[in-house]
């Protein structure tokens, strides 16, 4: 099973389920029941498209953690994230239908059976095939990475097992990478979390550094790697990223 990681395609996702379920709601008014007027009808409307946006905007970011932290995605995990996202947006619906906002008269169990599970029936589907789509556009690996900064000039093109490491040096980050065998490095303007974010290959080891797995040769004592020609610390709080290698 694939999954592509991406927050921000993800947070496309949301937005339109989002839309989706205001002009369903809006027009077929499906979860309707007591004595509810237009004007209470739009807010329910509005309140539960707002509520499912955010809570997929939550599982975007615990799938990625996910699978940075698994290096792998497997259906467990997916019907994990679908129990997730339907459990947030249950409980923040629920609390908004009995505000004063809604003053909503179903118990929780009520409220579960006669609206809930009409909601997850209609939208499942969308997801799935929503998720489905996006996976399809994880890109092709080609062997080659490009790093760019903020200036158009802070641009380097390599091979990804050419990347040995990525520093934190102030404003910049400083590539470390093979050239002919030879360890160059580059300066870039950017952000060690920015890059780790476009290349969740790399390990992240300290606050200040990323390397690539590859490039990992063994441990110089227990706080310190050693990484091709490189001699680099290791946290505590990051160390085991590397133990699970």
């Not at 921000?8 to 989706?20: M, N, Q, T």
């Not at 007027?37 to 946006?53: K, M, N, P, T």
């Not at 997929?56 to 995990?77: E, P, R, T, V």
Request: proline residues 3%; charged residues 20%; glycine residues 2%.
């Amino acid at each position: 099973m694939k999954l592509n990681p991406s927050i921000k395609l993800h947070l496309i996702i949301g937005a339109l389920l989002s839309i989706w379920s205001l002009l369903f709601t809006l027009s077929t008014r499906p979860y309707e029941h007591g004595e509810m007027d237009l004007r209470r009808w739009y807010e329910v409307a509005i309140g539960f498209s707002v509520i499912a946006f955010f809570s997929y905007a939550i599982i975007s970011w615990i799938q990625k953690a996910l699978f940075l932290k698994f290096k792998k995605w497997n259906f467990i995990l997916e019907i994990s994230i679908y129990i997730i996202f339907y459990s947030l947006y249950t409980i923040a619906t629920y609390f908004y239908y009995r505000s004063p906002i809604i003053t909503g008269f179903y118990n929780f169990q009520e409220f579960f059976s006669n609206i809930i599970i009409n909601i997850i029936a209609v939208f499942t589907p969308i997801v799935l095939i929503a998720r489905h789509y996006v996976t399809k556009l994880i890109p092709k690996k080609s062997g080659e990475i490009i790093i760019k900064g903020t200036n158009k000039l802070d641009y380097l093109k390599i091979k990804q097992s050419e990347l040995i490491c990525i520093s934190n040096s102030q404003n910049y980050v400083e590539v470390f990478f093979l050239e002919k065998d030879i360890v160059k490095t580059k300066l870039i303007r950017s952000s060690l979390k920015k890059v780790h974010a476009d290349f969740d290959f790399l390990i992240q080891i300290h606050r200040s550094h990323l390397i690539n797995p590859l490039h990992f040769k063994s441990w110089k004592d227990t706080t310190t790697i050693l990484v091709s020609e490189k001699e680099l610390p290791v946290s505590k709080s990051y160390k085991k990223n590397l133990l699970n290698l």
